[in-house]
């Protein structure tokens, strides 16, 4: 388990260790943020539906219509950058990644897979940073800062545009030799269209969808009953999904917590750390995520910074820098080493030169957006 979920390991390792550091007490229990812990429960649990019911198998059937190879690709980057939006970055690739990389197997264009891929990873997440349910990193951040839903989305805006306008430049780069360049994998493939008989469902999770968002919204009081409600509607209507929701990922956050909430009640540690992070935020949120992950990083550095726009324009960045420093990059591997195993290695060279190009153009951009906004 520990070596298919390593940041779970690294995770209740920080956690056992710290509470040797800060003695735990029942002070700690207060510290911990339930709130977002049930927010992420409800966002898996409803998402693994949005999954299992294929709520975007329209959407899919759309491909069978495109026969060049750069509108295919956009089709594919920009469904991933406008869906991670809404239903998170790792999930936009479980459900985009794996049809790419079964059509372009189909249509005989495998040399594009890794790219295209890289730029789906890009999309993922660059296009979940604007709003505050678009990954973990900004539900706890939008959770725990106070600032408004529009506020936060407009901070993020000017990274959000800038990012989709490159993205697009590096697809025509890909496919600058023959822009023309077709692709036909349609012959034996049809894409399901949405059972009838399964319409409830569908609209279960819709609905269970809008109460969820609305609750991160407009951070209700209430949100202990939104989440009741919504396990009891699951536990009602479609229990095994409840069996399918990511745990682990939640296991992990919950020792985060205990890990930021024990060096947090140390005098020095705390002390280190603030004047450490606080005026050099964005620094320490790219570097750190490269070691622990941008989701865990944020819960570390939240309570030692001074600037929000620092740190979660840190955080949203450093998965541009190395498969460890965004949890969605991660789950893209995965997906690609389970249909090309032992080729792990040549999605990491693809991705990391790619993905740094990228980094390297927006780097100095956004420490200037920090320093003009104060």
């Not at 993205?167 to 890909?174: S, T």
């Not at 540690?269 to 989701?295: C, K, M, P, T």
Request: hydrophobic share 55%; net charge positive.
């Amino acid at each position: 388990m520990f070596k298919k979920d390593i940041m779970l390991f690294v995770s209740l390792l920080a956690a056992a260790v710290s509470l040797f550091i800060t003695p735990p007490s029942r002070t700690l229990l207060y510290k911990i943020d339930w709130r977002t812990l049930a927010t992420l429960f409800m966002l898996l649990s409803v998402l693994e539906g949005f999954k299992k019911e294929q709520i975007f198998n329209p959407l899919l059937k759309r491909t069978a219509r495109i026969k060049s190879m750069r509108r295919l690709s956009c089709f594919f980057v920009y469904s991933v950058f406008l869906s991670s939006m809404f239903v998170t970055n790792d999930v936009s690739l479980i459900i985009f990644v794996p049809l790419t990389i079964f059509l372009f197997k189909a249509g005989g264009k495998e040399r594009y897979i890794l790219p295209v891929l890289t730029f789906e990873n890009i999309a993922a997440i660059r296009g979940s940073l604007l709003t505050p349910f678009g990954s973990p990193q900004n539900l706890f951040l939008f959770s725990q800062s106070g600032i408004s839903a529009q506020s936060f989305m407009l901070m993020m805006l000017p990274l959000w545009i800038f990012s989709a306008g490159l993205l697009y430049l590096f697809i025509l780069f890909l496919f600058r030799k023959d822009e023309r360049e077709s692709i036909d994998a349609y012959g034996s493939q049809e894409f399901e269209g949405w059972d009838p008989a399964r319409r409830g469902k569908r609209i279960l999770y819709l609905s269970l969808f809008v109460i969820v968002l609305a609750s991160i919204v407009t951070r209700t009081n209430f949100w202990p009953f939104v989440a009741l409600f919504v396990a009891l509607s699951l536990l009602i209507f479609d229990r095994k999904i409840l069996l399918q929701t990511d745990y682990v990922l939640l296991l992990t956050f919950l020792c985060f917590f205990v890990f930021s909430a024990s060096i947090c009640a140390n005098p020095a540690v705390s002390d280190f750390l603030s004047r450490a992070v606080g005026g050099h935020e964005y620094v320490w949120s790219i570097l750190l995520s490269q070691v622990i992950s941008n989701v865990p990083a944020s819960i570390v550095l939240w309570p030692f910074s001074k600037k929000l726009r620092a740190l979660i324009y840190g955080l949203d960045s450093a998965g541009l820098c190395s498969i460890i420093g965004s949890l969605a990059s991660v789950i893209n591997l995965r997906i690609y080493v389970r249909e090309y195993p032992g080729r792990g290695w040549a999605f990491i060279k693809t991705f990391t030169w790619i993905s740094l190009a990228f980094f390297a153009i927006v780097v100095l951009p956004q420490l200037w957006l920090i320093v003009w906004a104060g």
